[in-house]
């Protein structure tokens, strides 16, 4: 049966591709630098409840030191490993690329993969003057260190700011870093106490946690600080250590742009990228283009719009744009799709549901997970034989809006086929609050023009 007529916002019948990237904040930083504990408060309306910090480049003017390391290591093994000895490790782009962020094991396999090379791995005792994984690895080591008494150690003022705000506030704080000279660092900065746990590069070996971009070290931060991932910040400035923030699920993550990387950041799933910390208000609710999947700027506060299809943001997408009525729910999935990594329709029923044990570093965690009911929104439209949903090669365009007040879900896609003929297919779908059992799906196709 046909759904009540609503009239489509002009998005909605023109829609037109576009990517709405993070948002930026612009209020400064003026609290006072006060680094009792004894004062703190707690304000019950705070949105996190810890935030995680990398070291290099977000807490300590470290990454360029590394980058000079790794910059020195390679110009002194890469003659002897290959001949020609190929391009030079570049201190910038190899940097941020291949190994920022990354444990050095890591870093060395991914600059030999780089160039075609390969060594031995070794073992973890092995001297610097071997030509393995960990011998060279243990030379970076010491040409870092040798930088590091060279140049010293300095800490962002911004980056300390935030700490000593966070700490009268009652948030706690976490640094999660591949660095295996943490300890050091953090003393040689003067920044040793402001953190109330540390998980380090030898954490992660004596843990068996793998490195960043998995997301292993920040959860085992956010499980020392006995907080959940969702109430908790995430801040890098490293494209792995961005990637493993959103996929640990965290509430937030926050990139900070010192050299004009902001569109990787965006990329690897940041959701506020910021030039520096100063810039970083986290008493309020970034906007909705920053934490609601990346939403398009709606027409009201009760719509929910998105003019793009971005598969990293999709599960969230789907789960903001469910529809239920507290007997079931449906989840915002686009017509035609199936589960397949980035897609995942499905229906719920209240009180189904199945129990399961998950492990989590060294405890278990015991769940309720919903079971999914048949997927009644089931539907393939198909043009020339493939199917017409998002993310197909025929599409031009994508608007997808949820009305709250309404509780109607509407999704408008442009495909154009081989002849050059552009099809439109408008869906409108809801759950009934004043009839538990009864939902509705209207689908309007028009024709090829």
């Known amino acids: 049966m046909p ?9 909605a019948r023109t ?14 930083d003026t609290t006072r630098s006060d680094t009792t504990r004894s004062d703190t408060t707690r304000s019950d309306t705070t949105l996190f409840d810890a935030v995680l910090f990398d070291l290099d480049g977000v807490v300590t003017d470290t990454a360029v030191l590394h980058a000079a390391a790794w910059a020195a290591l390679f110009d002194e093994v890469l003659p002897e490993l290959a001949d020609p000895p190929g391009p030079r490790f570049d201190p910038v782009a190899d940097y941020r690329r291949m190994v920022d962020g990354r444990s050095r094991e890591d870093g060395v396999r991914s600059v030999l993969a780089d ?20 011998g060279l690895s243990a030379r970076k080591q010491e040409l870092f260190a040798a930088v590091v008494a060279q140049r010293g150690v300095v800490a962002f003022p911004s980056t300390v700011s935030l700490l000593r705000r966070l700490r009268r506030q009652g948030i706690r704080s976490a640094l999660v870093t591949s660095s295996r000279n943490s300890g050091a660092i953090l003393v040689a900065a003067g920044v040793a106490g402001l953190f109330d746990t540390v998980v380090d590069g030898t954490d992660a070996v004596r843990l068996g946690l793998a490195g960043k971009p998995d997301p292993a070290t920040f959860l085992e931060g956010a499980r020392r600080l006995d907080v959940a991932p969702a109430r908790a910040v995430v801040i890098e400035d490293a494209e792995a250590g961005v990637r493993a923030g959103a996929a640990g699920n965290f509430g937030l993550v926050v990139g900070v742009d010192r050299a ?13 990228v910021v030039e520096d910390l100063a810039a970083l208000d986290l008493s309020e609710p970034p906007p909705a283009s920053c934490i609601c999947g990346r939403a398009a700027a709606a027409s009201s506060d009760w719509r929910l719009v998105y ?44 009180g189904v549901y199945n129990r399961l044990e998950t492990d989590l570093a060294d405890r278990s965690v015991e769940d309720e997970h919903l ?31 949820l009305d709250l007040r309404r509780g109607l879900l509407t999704w408008v896609n442009r495909y154009r086929d081989t002849s050059g003929r552009t099809t439109r297919v408008v869906s409108r779908q809801l759950v009934s609050q004043a009839q538990p059992r009864l939902a509705g799906l209207e689908v309007v196709v028009h024709r090829p023009r």
């Open 3 to 11: 759904l009540p007529d609503a009239t489509l916002p002009a998005a």
């Open 15 to 28: 829609p037109a591709v576009t990517a709405s990237g993070p948002c930026d904040t612009t209020r400064s």
């Open 115 to 134: 160039r075609g090379l390969t060594v031995a791995e070794g073992s973890p005792g092995d001297a610097a003057s071997q030509r393995t994984v960990h």
């Open 260 to 272: 004009g990387n902001r569109e990787a950041l965006v990329a690897a799933g940041a959701d506020v």
């Open 307 to 350: 003019d793009d299809v971005d598969p990293a943001q999709e599960g969230t997408r789907e789960v903001l744009c469910a529809l239920g009525n507290g007997f079931w729910a449906t989840r915002g999935a686009a017509l035609g799709t199936v589960a397949d990594g980035v897609h995942y329709p499905g229906t719920y029923l209240a």
């Open 371 to 401: 079971v999914n009911g048949p997927d009644w929104t089931s539907l393939t439209l198909t043009a020339e034989g493939s199917p017409l949903r998002p993310g197909a090669p025929s599409l031009l365009s994508s608007h997808r809006e």
